[in-house]
Protein backbone atom coordinates (compact mmCIF):
# COMPACT_ATOMS: atom_id res chain seq x y z
CA UNK A 1 0.00 0.00 0.00
CA UNK A 2 1.43 3.11 -1.29
CA UNK A 3 -1.12 6.13 0.23
CA UNK A 4 -3.49 6.34 3.40
CA UNK A 5 -5.79 9.23 2.71
CA UNK A 6 -6.84 10.59 5.80
CA UNK A 7 -10.09 12.76 5.73
CA UNK A 8 -11.54 13.90 9.03
CA UNK A 9 -14.98 15.54 9.32
CA UNK A 10 -16.88 17.71 12.04
CA UNK A 11 -20.46 18.52 10.87
CA UNK A 12 -18.94 19.29 7.49
CA UNK A 13 -21.72 16.51 5.61
CA UNK A 14 -22.53 19.74 3.00
CA UNK A 15 -18.60 19.18 2.03
CA UNK A 16 -17.96 15.97 2.64
CA UNK A 17 -18.98 14.02 -0.52
CA UNK A 18 -16.83 16.36 -2.62
CA UNK A 19 -13.57 15.66 -0.70
CA UNK A 20 -14.46 11.53 -0.64
CA UNK A 21 -15.20 12.27 -4.38
CA UNK A 22 -12.05 14.01 -4.91
CA UNK A 23 -10.02 10.96 -3.53
CA UNK A 24 -11.89 8.35 -5.00
CA UNK A 25 -11.15 9.61 -8.67
CA UNK A 26 -7.62 9.71 -8.33
CA UNK A 27 -5.49 8.63 -11.05
CA UNK A 28 -3.09 6.43 -9.36
CA UNK A 29 -3.80 2.73 -9.24
CA UNK A 30 -6.82 2.17 -6.58
CA UNK A 31 -5.03 -0.92 -5.41
CA UNK A 32 -2.12 1.59 -3.99
CA UNK A 33 -4.07 3.75 -1.73
CA UNK A 34 -6.75 3.74 0.79
CA UNK A 35 -8.82 6.37 2.36
CA UNK A 36 -10.02 6.64 5.93
CA UNK A 37 -12.76 9.42 7.06
CA UNK A 38 -12.96 10.13 10.58
CA UNK A 39 -16.12 11.12 11.90
CA UNK A 40 -15.39 13.46 15.07
CA UNK A 41 -18.69 13.03 17.01
CA UNK A 42 -20.49 15.13 14.21
CA UNK A 43 -24.10 15.89 15.08
CA UNK A 44 -25.30 16.18 10.80
CA UNK A 45 -25.53 13.78 7.99
CA UNK A 46 -21.73 13.06 8.02
CA UNK A 47 -22.53 9.04 9.24
CA UNK A 48 -25.23 9.06 6.47
CA UNK A 49 -22.87 10.48 3.79
CA UNK A 50 -19.83 8.14 5.01
CA UNK A 51 -22.49 5.20 4.83
CA UNK A 52 -23.26 6.27 0.77
CA UNK A 53 -19.36 5.82 -0.24
CA UNK A 54 -18.78 2.30 2.45
CA UNK A 55 -17.85 0.43 -0.78
CA UNK A 56 -14.57 3.05 -1.08
CA UNK A 57 -13.45 3.97 2.32
CA UNK A 58 -12.53 2.60 5.99
CA UNK A 59 -14.59 4.02 8.51
CA UNK A 60 -13.82 5.47 12.35
CA UNK A 61 -16.94 7.23 14.03
CA UNK A 62 -15.42 8.75 17.28
CA UNK A 63 -18.99 9.01 20.02
CA UNK A 64 -17.85 13.07 20.33
CA UNK A 65 -15.87 15.45 18.97
CA UNK A 66 -12.20 15.23 20.51
CA UNK A 67 -10.59 17.63 18.46
CA UNK A 68 -8.72 17.50 14.82
CA UNK A 69 -5.65 16.41 16.62
CA UNK A 70 -7.13 13.07 18.10
CA UNK A 71 -9.51 12.55 14.99
CA UNK A 72 -6.38 12.75 13.01
CA UNK A 73 -4.14 10.72 15.20
CA UNK A 74 -6.75 8.18 14.85
CA UNK A 75 -6.97 7.92 11.30
CA UNK A 76 -2.87 7.73 11.03
CA UNK A 77 -2.78 4.83 13.65
CA UNK A 78 -5.52 2.78 11.57
CA UNK A 79 -3.04 3.79 8.28
CA UNK A 80 -1.05 0.76 6.33
CA UNK A 81 -0.12 3.15 3.66
CA UNK A 82 3.77 3.95 3.07
CA UNK A 83 3.18 7.41 2.77
CA UNK A 84 -0.24 9.12 4.55
CA UNK A 85 -1.65 12.68 3.39
CA UNK A 86 -4.49 14.55 5.52
CA UNK A 87 -7.27 16.09 3.36
CA UNK A 88 -10.06 18.29 5.29
CA UNK A 89 -13.27 17.48 4.64
CA UNK A 90 -14.52 20.95 2.98
CA UNK A 91 -11.32 20.97 0.87
CA UNK A 92 -10.74 18.42 -2.22
CA UNK A 93 -7.84 17.26 -4.10
CA UNK A 94 -6.42 17.54 -8.16
CA UNK A 95 -7.58 14.44 -9.72
CA UNK A 96 -3.29 13.63 -10.14
CA UNK A 97 -2.48 14.37 -6.72
CA UNK A 98 -1.54 11.54 -5.02
CA UNK A 99 -0.09 10.38 -8.13
CA UNK A 100 2.37 13.39 -8.48
CA UNK A 101 3.07 13.50 -4.74
CA UNK A 102 4.16 9.94 -4.20
CA UNK A 103 6.08 9.63 -7.47
CA UNK A 104 8.58 12.01 -6.28
CA UNK A 105 8.52 10.56 -2.72
CA UNK A 106 9.15 7.18 -4.28
CA UNK A 107 12.43 8.96 -6.53
CA UNK A 108 13.61 11.15 -3.92
CA UNK A 109 14.29 8.97 -0.75
CA UNK A 110 15.85 12.32 1.22
CA UNK A 111 12.93 13.69 1.01
CA UNK A 112 10.90 13.02 3.87
CA UNK A 113 7.94 14.60 3.13
CA UNK A 114 6.05 16.73 -0.02
CA UNK A 115 3.72 19.85 -0.11
CA UNK A 116 2.07 21.08 -2.86
CA UNK A 117 0.81 24.43 -4.32
CA UNK A 118 -2.78 25.18 -4.47
CA UNK A 119 -5.87 27.08 -5.22
CA UNK A 120 -8.06 29.13 -2.81
CA UNK A 121 -11.18 28.53 -3.82
CA UNK A 122 -15.29 29.85 -3.07
CA UNK A 123 -18.24 27.81 -2.13
CA UNK A 124 -18.91 27.66 -5.77
CA UNK A 125 -15.21 26.06 -6.69
CA UNK A 126 -14.10 29.45 -8.11
CA UNK A 127 -10.65 29.28 -8.44
CA UNK A 128 -9.86 32.50 -6.21
CA UNK A 129 -5.74 32.30 -6.00
CA UNK A 130 -2.76 30.50 -6.41
CA UNK A 131 -1.08 30.35 -2.90
CA UNK A 132 2.72 28.41 -2.88
CA UNK A 133 2.34 25.67 -0.32
CA UNK A 134 6.06 26.50 0.64
CA UNK A 135 5.89 30.24 1.31
CA UNK A 136 1.81 29.43 2.62
CA UNK A 137 2.21 26.28 4.40
CA UNK A 138 -1.16 24.09 5.30
CA UNK A 139 -1.87 21.16 7.11
CA UNK A 140 -3.43 19.38 3.87
CA UNK A 141 -1.81 18.47 0.66
CA UNK A 142 1.63 17.56 2.36
CA UNK A 143 2.42 14.04 1.76
CA UNK A 144 4.43 12.56 4.68
CA UNK A 145 6.71 9.34 5.33
CA UNK A 146 4.48 7.53 7.88
CA UNK A 147 6.80 5.96 9.75
CA UNK A 148 8.67 10.35 10.26
CA UNK A 149 5.26 10.98 11.58
CA UNK A 150 5.23 7.83 14.35
CA UNK A 151 8.96 9.45 15.34
CA UNK A 152 8.09 12.70 16.10
CA UNK A 153 4.93 11.38 18.32
CA UNK A 154 1.99 12.57 15.83
CA UNK A 155 -0.46 15.28 16.41
CA UNK A 156 -0.10 17.12 20.04
CA UNK A 157 -3.44 16.51 21.47
CA UNK A 158 -3.49 19.84 23.29
CA UNK A 159 -3.55 21.79 20.26
CA UNK A 160 -7.02 22.50 19.39
CA UNK A 161 -5.95 25.10 16.74
CA UNK A 162 -2.64 25.32 14.74
CA UNK A 163 -1.60 21.64 15.27
CA UNK A 164 -0.24 22.06 11.94
CA UNK A 165 1.72 24.62 12.81
CA UNK A 166 3.31 22.50 15.71
CA UNK A 167 3.75 19.34 14.04
CA UNK A 168 5.78 21.41 11.43
CA UNK A 169 8.02 22.72 13.88
CA UNK A 170 8.22 19.50 15.54
CA UNK A 171 8.69 17.69 12.32
CA UNK A 172 11.52 20.09 10.60
CA UNK A 173 14.03 19.75 13.00
CA UNK A 174 14.90 16.62 11.47
CA UNK A 175 13.34 15.91 8.78
CA UNK A 176 12.72 17.49 5.60
CA UNK A 177 9.30 18.83 3.64
CA UNK A 178 10.01 19.73 -0.24
CA UNK A 179 7.40 21.65 -1.99
CA UNK A 180 6.13 20.99 -5.47
CA UNK A 181 5.52 23.84 -7.70
CA UNK A 182 1.85 22.64 -9.12
CA UNK A 183 -1.73 23.51 -7.68
CA UNK A 184 -2.60 20.18 -6.73
CA UNK A 185 -4.67 21.22 -3.12
CA UNK A 186 -7.96 22.90 -3.46
CA UNK A 187 -8.39 25.35 -0.19
CA UNK A 188 -12.29 26.54 0.30
CA UNK A 189 -13.01 29.33 1.57
CA UNK A 190 -15.95 29.97 3.95
CA UNK A 191 -17.94 31.31 6.66
CA UNK A 192 -17.07 28.76 8.53
CA UNK A 193 -13.26 28.21 8.62
CA UNK A 194 -11.78 27.35 11.85
CA UNK A 195 -8.85 30.64 10.90
CA UNK A 196 -11.70 32.93 11.26
CA UNK A 197 -11.52 31.95 15.30
CA UNK A 198 -9.58 34.74 15.56
CA UNK A 199 -9.62 34.93 19.44
CA UNK A 200 -8.87 30.82 19.17
CA UNK A 201 -6.33 31.22 16.60
CA UNK A 202 -4.39 33.94 18.86
CA UNK A 203 -4.78 32.29 22.11
CA UNK A 204 -3.45 29.45 20.57
CA UNK A 205 -0.40 30.94 19.01
CA UNK A 206 0.49 32.50 22.43
CA UNK A 207 0.76 28.25 23.29
CA UNK A 208 2.89 27.48 20.22
CA UNK A 209 5.00 30.10 21.01
CA UNK A 210 5.16 29.14 24.93
CA UNK A 211 6.01 25.45 23.92
CA UNK A 212 8.71 26.10 21.26
CA UNK A 213 10.20 29.84 22.35
CA UNK A 214 9.43 29.83 25.82
CA UNK A 215 7.41 33.08 25.29
CA UNK A 216 4.55 34.27 27.45
Not at 108 to 124: I, K, T
Not at 132 to 148: H, N, Q, Y
Not at 188 to 202: A, E, I, L, S, V
Request: overall charge neutral; some cysteine; glycine content about 4%.
Amino acid sequence: MQVSVIITCHNYARYLSRAIRSAVNQTIDKKDYEIIVVNDGSTDETARVMSSFSGFIKQINLKENLGLSVARNEGIKKAIGRYVINLDADDYFDDNLLFVESMFLNFNASWDAVSCDYYLVDESENHLKRVSGELKPIACGVMFRTDRLFEIGLYDENFKMREEEDLRIRFEKNHIIKNIELPLYRYRKHDNNMTNNKKGMMEYKKILNRKHNGKK
